[in-house]
């Protein structure tokens, strides 16, 4: 499988990772991680930060700084805790990206996961379909790529730890996602 998504990059015919909104773009502050991730990783822990949503870009590089600021500032971690975070302006914001491993899901979870969050609180609401298509997007790129196994599994935060997260609404939705396993 490696060796098929290296020749289809070295053709140009791997699905393009393009849409990834940048560090640089979304203005984050510098990164302090250094622990890097082995690939393919196996799992995705997909999570929500169950606070303010966004859907512009202006709203959603603010929203990203915001959980950036908060997990640096207050909880005293090296970057935000996320590889990615998905906006419901349709974009993915770079968080610590494909190698660095995240903070998103405690010790066990961490080194061997791609943490992604879905800004906004989805509780009681879906995130919109632009959000979603652009987190499953990502999980393509991921695979053609080579960071991910291409029988990687998705789980939910509440999978893999005692929390909500991430929401009843989303959570419904991953589970009808192909590489959902519980």
């Known amino acids: 499988m490696l060796f098929a998504c290296a020749l289809l990059a ?42 303010s949503f966004c859907n512009s870009p202006d709203s959603c590089e603010q929203q990203a700084r915001n959980v950036q600021h908060y997990h640096k500032n207050e909880l ?32 066990i979870w961490n080194p061997m996961s791609i943490g992604i969050t879905f800004m906004g ?32 599994e998705v789980k939910g935060h509440r999978d893999v730890q005692s929390t909500l997260s991430p929401g009843d609404q989303l959570y419904e939705v991953i589970q009808r996602w192909e590489h959902y396993r519980e």
């Open 121 to 152: 609180n989805f509780m009681d609401r879906v995130p919109a379909k632009r959000a979603l298509r652009a987190a499953l997007n990502l999980l393509e790129c991921g695979v053609s790529r080579g960071f991910l196994r291409s029988n990687y």
């Open 10 to 51: 070295l053709l140009g015919l791997a699905t393009s990772c393009s849409f990834i909104v940048p560090r640089s773009e979304w203005r984050a502050l510098p990164s302090e991680c250094s622990s890097r991730l082995r690939h393919p990783v196996r799992y995705v822990v997909i999570s929500h930060t169950a606070g």
């Open 76 to 107: 005293g971690w090296c970057d935000v805790a996320y590889n990615f975070l998905i906006g419901e302006d349709g974009h993915v914001y770079e968080g610590r990206g494909w190698n660095i491993k995240g903070d998103h899901t405690g010790p």
